[in-house]
């Protein structure tokens, strides 16, 4: 399986996760102000203080992001584009946030598709200090109680990253049990996830959200993404048993590469290791509880 070298050594635990309860739900971003505080009230408004959300359209302005990129340096496997800020309103195709915690203060991490005002279809790494919601649009978002992404110091990847950390379970209600994930480098996508769901009796579990980032792509249908540094988000997933009665992943994702490359997709299990991190919840599904 493909690797990249990362500049520090590598953590033991190759799954940072923590058990938690959440919810679905659905709510409308508010226009005119911040994507990540609009993203915020969302989630206030539903009794959470973070956790994930999908969206199928929509549209920002002013907004700014970044695109992946090789590392000027050294420092990084891999860094991050100049900032990018099209005039006018971009249209979403689609986008996948975790929203939690970075020096104490709410924070998000982003990626997605879209269209700029002047027709070019771009992807990548949304900024928060910069991005604003232009029309109201609704999302689809899985909240949590008892875990929260927290950004903190990577030595591997020499990134501050999110990922999972316990937090007091306050009186939200919830629905569901759920793991709050995330997966460390240069390990199968798919394959970590049904590893991680045979260890934890989960038979049956539904993926919400999903940021992060693969070494290129293969797909089920052929096709390969070869520049190995990505800007990825998750459309759907799910984890259940194959016709072998085994477990098996199913990843249908976009993605944009360094050279400026768009592709989405389901991804071929076992040959899609991850490059820097994968941020993800996933609910378990069939447990009293649970939604089904």
Known sequence: MRSIAQPGPPATERIQWVEARGRAFSFTLEAGIPLLEAARRGFAANGFGGGVLSARGGALGPFAYVMPALSKDGA???FYSDTFRPDGVTRLKLAAMTLGQRDGTPFFHCHGLWTE?????NGGHMLPEETFVAEPFEVNAFGLDGAVF????????NFKLFGPVP??????????RAFALRLRPNQDFACSLEIFCRRHGVIHARLHGG????????????????????ELAIRSGSVAPG???TLHADLDIALVDYLGGIAEGKLIRGDNPVLMTMELVLEVLGEEGASS
Do not use: M, Y
């Not at 937090?167 to 569901?176: G, N, V, Y």
């Open 76 to 78: 990084n496997a891999a």
């Open 117 to 121: 005002q002047d027709g070019r279809v």
């Open 150 to 157: 927290t950004a903190e110091p990577d030595s591997e990847t």
């Open 167 to 176: 937090s007091p379970l306050t009186d939200a209600k919830t629905t569901s």
């Open 211 to 230: 940021v992060g980032s693969t070494i290129g792509a293969c797909f089920t249908d052929g096709h390969t993404v070869v520049p190995f540094a990505t």
């Open 243 to 245: 016709p072998d009665g």
